[in-house]
């Protein structure tokens, strides 16, 4: 069994920044791939962030330029510091971690408020 534990989360002002970080306890091994997504009010969860084992990179357009997805494989962590915020990237940010043989894992989530 994986967990995936997000934190970093909180209030910023606008053209601020926040670092979250992502740690998984378990077997990664297996990870074919780490996920930021997002989900704003009302709104359907959408990826905000990817990076493969390969070290891949895939960006939602609305954060490229701004944010950017980063591993520590010594630590099992994934991080996504966010910079620029803007009022609409408020949401509850979660993690996920998705194995090669098809199993994903889902954190919590944290939630992110820009606002002045």
């Known amino acids: 069994q994986v967990q995936l534990v997000e934190s970093g989360g909180g209030l910023v002002q606008p053209g601020g920044s926040l670092r979250l970080s992502c740690a998984a306890s378990?077997?990664?091994?297996?990870?074919?791939?780490w996920g930021w997504y997002r989900q704003a009010p009302g709104k359907q969860r959408e990826l905000v962030a990817e990076i493969t084992s390969g070290s891949i990179t895939n960006y939602a357009d609305s954060v490229k330029g701004r944010f950017t997805i980063s591993r520590d494989i010594a630590k099992n962590s994934v991080y996504l510091q966010m910079n620029s915020l803007k009022p609409e990237d408020t949401a509850v940010y979660s993690c996920?971690?998705?194995?090669?043989?098809?199993?994903?894992?889902w954190g919590k989530g944290t939630l992110v408020t820009v606002s002045s």
């Open positions: 378990g077997s990664t091994s297996g990870i074919r791939a």
């Open positions: 996920n971690a998705a194995y090669f043989y098809g199993t994903k894992y």
